[in-house]
Structures are given as C-alpha cells and as structure tokens.
C-alpha cells in the first residue's frame, strides 16, 4: 500500500527556468494539497485539490506558480521562471474526503527545489 | 486574525517528560492536530483533539482546553529518536479555508543522552 509518492525528490534549476513537481496520492485518497516549507519554518498552506477541481488556492502565489490534479495521472505544481527565493522544499499531502473530523494528512518524502 | 503560536525550540533529557504548547486565535475550528517531521522528512500525524480534554496514544499525549485557546502535547519516557519538530494544526471554521490544515511554525525538541 503505497504512500504519497513525490517525484523528483531533489532537482535544481537555473533562475528563469521552470519546475514541474509530481504528486501521486495515497490510493483512496482523492484529495491533495500542497505546501512549501523554508528552511528552519512551519507549512504553510499554498493550493488544495480534487479531481479535476481547485478547491482553495488561497495559499498559492498569483504569478508564476499553478497547479493541477487531471482526472488520469499525478498532481503537478508548476513554477515557472523560477527566482532564487522559490528555493525551498514541497510538500504534497492526501486525504480523503475532509468530514467534520480529524483530517488526518497522509504527507510525501517532498520535492526539494534549489535555484542557482 | 487566526494564528497558531508555539515555542521555537525545546530541550530535555532521556527519560523526561516534556510538554510543547500551542496557543491560537481564532472564533472558531474543528479541533487540534499534532504533526511531527524529523529532520525535513515527511510530517506524520500524531494525534487530535476534537474535544476538550486528553488523549492518550502510548508514551504521547495530547491536550485541548478550547475555553483557554490552549493544547499542548505531552511526550513522556523521551527517547533520542524523539528529537523531531512537533507542529500543531488546526483546520479554521471560515470560508475559503474550511477544509486545510493550518500549522504552528513548529517546535523543534532536542533529546539529550
């Protein structure tokens, strides 16, 4: 039973590039989200999504960054012309449908971005 | 405004008892998560509070007095590899944020031999 599956787990570009990080979720689940964390710092909340849906995107910055869950295939964060603070690590999470409960998040391995 | 606070680092021995507090500010939500990440690893759920009172998993405890806007986590019999980062969460009761896990920025503890 695999867990969140992050890919890739390291990668590195140059300022103006662009980065695509891949999120599967945990079978099961159909509900994804994703959160950046810096150096030394807490979670913090960037997009949540269903199938084909953007559910709340109230985290996600309104230039550069998007994201997507199609109906077939992972999650993708997209960050285009990357800049040096977009360095951090990416955390994608899974859940299924949030009831009045716990919530509990299942969380990947996370995607470490490093902009040179 | 809604917000979690929690102390930035914590230090103990093996052996002790050790409590990390969480305080918010918020009119409302639907209860107090735990999360611990070791060394940026992946957080991994601990436990909940949906009412107040304890709950008790094993050698962790956790606690939510909703009238005090306070939990806090209580990890006895410390052992090394519980040198982590212990986050709380909440998920706030208001539109456009009802359904995500708002963290703390997190409590790193430091188990010493």
């Known amino acids: 039973n695999a867990g969140v599956m992050q890919n890739p787990r390291h990668l590195v570009r140059r300022r103006g590039q662009e980065a695509r990080l891949r999120c599967s979720p945990m079978?099961?689940?159909?509900?994804v989200y994703w959160y950046r964390q810096l150096p030394e710092e807490g979670l913090k909340f960037m997009v949540y999504?269903?199938?084909?849906?953007?559910?709340?995107e109230s985290g996600m910055p309104k230039e550069r960054f998007s994201a997507e869950f199609p109906k077939e295939g992972p999650s993708i964060l997209r960050i285009q012309q990357v800049v040096r603070g977009d360095s951090a690590a990416y955390f994608c999470a899974s859940s299924p449908p949030p009831l009045s409960g716990a919530n509990v998040l299942t969380f990947g391995a996370g995607s470490r971005l490093t902009v040179l | 405004g809604q917000s979690l606070e929690q102390p930035s680092e914590v230090t103990a021995v093996e052996g002790a008892i050790v409590q990390i507090n969480c305080t918010y500010q918020t009119s409302g939500f639907y209860g107090l998560s735990w999360y611990q990440q070791h060394d940026g690893g992946a957080p991994t759920f601990l436990s909940y509070n949906a009412l107040d009172g304890l709950e008790e998993t094993g050698r962790f405890s956790s606690f939510l007095s909703r009238s005090d806007s306070y939990g806090y986590l209580l990890l006895q019999e410390l052992q090394m590899k519980d040198s982590a980062s212990y986050f709380c969460?909440?998920?706030?009761?208001?539109?456009?944020?009802?359904?995500?896990?708002?963290f703390g920025s997190g409590t790193q503890l430091t188990v010493l031999p």
């Open positions: 969460a909440v998920r706030f009761i208001s539109s456009g944020s009802a359904r995500q896990l708002t």
């Open positions: 999504l269903q199938k084909e849906n953007i559910i709340d």
């Open positions: 079978k099961g689940h159909s509900h």
